[in-house]
Structure formats: C-alpha cells, structure tokens
C-alpha cells in the first residue's frame, strides 16, 4: 500500500524491475521532542534503511526512539556548547546544511522547520521537502521568537544584518526542493507568501486510538507542548492564575522557570509525559487550552480524540 508521500512523487510508483532506491532524511536539529520529530520518526520508519542527516544531535534531549538509528551530524555538532546553545551557531547554519554529503542517494526526504529543505542533492536526484512552517525567526514571528533565543550579547547586536541575510539564504533555499509538501492550509499560505511557490497538504500523523475519550466532567485544564516563549504559555499561566482555576501544564523548554513565577497556586507543571500518562490526562480533563496559532496543532487533534472542547486561538 502506498503511502501519501510516495503517491506524491511520480518516480516513485516506477515499475519494481528497477533497483531500489537510496534514500536520505534530513531533519533540522535533534535537540528536542515536538511534532516535527514525530514526522520524522514516521519517516524512518517508512524507510528504515535510510540514514538520517541532522545539523545537530543532543542524544541526552531527543526522543528515545531515534537511539539505534544511523545518524549523521554536521561538522557544528562537535563544536563547543553546540547541543545547549545551538542557536550560537545561527550564521554557519546554512554552510552546514550545505556541505552534508548527500552524493550517492536518489531520493531526499527533509523534515524542515529552517535549515534543512537547503540541503544540496545530487543533480540527478529527487528532493521532497516535508515544510512544517517557513522559517518563524525569519518571516514570521521573529522579535517574540529572536527574544527567547539563547543568544550571546554580541550576536544580538548583530542579528538586524544577520537576518537580512538569512532570509535571502532561506528563500533561495526554498527553491531546492523538487516537490514541498506541508502540514496545513495554513502553512500552505505561509509557504505561498514568503517563498512564492506552490505546496501540497498531507497531515501530519497523530496516534489517537490509544487516547480514551473521557467520561465524567473532568477536574482541570489541561496546556501543553514545548515550553518556549512563541508558544505564549505565559498567556494560559496568567490567565488561570487570575481566575484561579485548576491547570495542568505538560512538556519541558527554557520557559518553565519563568511560567513558574507567573502561575497560581492551582497550577501543577508536569514535565515530560509519556504517551500513555499524555492519555489519561486527556481522559480525566475539563478540556484543552492552545495559546498559539499553530501551524497545525497535534495536541489539539489529539485533545479533540479525548472529546475534550478546546479553547484556541484563532
């Protein structure tokens, strides 16, 4: 049975007297767990024998089901402070993604949210960007997002001509891929006007037949995700702080000291769930709060499997 992506690539559905494929994936970054990583755990699996190409892997923050893969890094991953402050290395980037040696594969898959749909592949192979959003530090969100960015003093005073430049990089980048798909309409529109081409929608997946649909009224609301200033958990925080209601806030990310400060006293910050715990909060909720416009929104869908109402932005 084919799957959405290779019924989106035409080569792809060639007669089976051809040799097999090789494939790479290329992702951005591995330091962290959101939906972006779900995708690519989806990708691997589809193609288990294709090894993964990322700028940087911190092995102790991504999800245990990349250990055992074959990871492939750029040269910043042995650089110093490159798993806890990436982000230093913003304007070698696109060197970076560009100089992973992609020679030898007929069939790229990136996972990207910046950096990874600029990967050079061979003239005579096919390059499907999988874009989760264009790039938010760069089109969209950018002072909110730039802001939370660990960044050393000296890089902020030079960020004004450092993004003018990116976002030139970022758009000729965007022109790579053969084929774009994307998660959303709404990335689809994004992707339109800042990049000025075309893209095709397939959903991202969400695993919702092990989430129960809840039962009785539900003892409290329930937020979560990455904890990171542009996902405007602090709006959530306050907000339930004020009307002094009962939160439960799920995930991990450099805002949980700051949410900390702001939340009331009936706010419970959980940390890290697995899928399982995930559920049975799910279960047991009033319903769910989103702050963010999401690109697309996997808890959300998620929390709608559990028969919750959501309050989201809109």
């Known amino acids: 049975m084919e799957t959405p992506i290779q019924a989106t690539i035409p080569s792809m559905n060639a007669s089976a007297r051809r040799p097999a494929r090789r494939v790479a994936l290329v992702h951005d970054y591995l330091v962290q767990d959101g939906g972006a990583e779900r995708v690519l755990g989806v990708l691997q699996t589809m193609f288990p024998d294709a090894p993964t190409f990322v700028l940087i892997h911190d092995a102790g923050r991504s999800h245990a089901q990349f250990r055992g893969r074959d990871i492939r890094t750029s040269f910043l991953d042995r650089w110093p402070f490159a ?27 990136s996972s990207s949210s910046s950096f990874a749909k600029g990967v ?14 264009p790039t938010r530090f760069l089109w969209q969100e950018r002072i909110g997002y730039l802001n939370d960015l660990p960044q050393p003093q000296i890089m902020r005073l030079l960020l004004p001509p450092l993004l003018h430049r990116l976002r030139q990089w970022d758009r000729l980048a965007a022109e790579r891929p053969d084929v774009m798909l ?20 397939i959903h991202p997946p969400v695993e919702i037949s092990s989430i129960p649909i809840g039962s009785g009224p539900g003892a409290y609301w329930l937020a979560g995700g990455r904890l990171v200033g542009y996902k405007r958990f602090d709006l959530v925080v ?32 959980l940390g890290h769930v697995d899928d399982a ?12 709060v989103s702050p963010q416009i999401e690109d697309f929104g996997i808890t959300i869908i998620e929390a709608m499997a559990a028969g919750l109402p959501v309050v989201a932005s809109d």
């Open 83 to 109: 798993h806890r402050a990436y982000q230093w290395y913003l304007p070698l980037m696109p060197i970076a993604v560009e100089h992973l040696d992609l020679s030898g594969f007929d069939l790229v898959i």
């Open 120 to 133: 050079i592949a061979a003239p005579d192979s096919i390059h499907v960007c999988y874009c989760h959003t």
């Open 182 to 201: 994307t998660n959303s309409e709404t990335s689809r529109a994004r992707i339109r006007r800042y990049y000025g081409r075309e893209s095709h929608v």
């Open 238 to 269: 306050k907000a339930f702080a004020k009307l002094n209601l009962p939160l439960k806030v799920f995930g991990i990310g450099p805002e949980l000291a700051k949410l900390r400060a702001i939340a009331g006293p009936k706010t419970a910050f």
């Open 277 to 288: 715990t995930k559920a049975t909060l799910y279960r047991d909720a009033i319903g769910y």
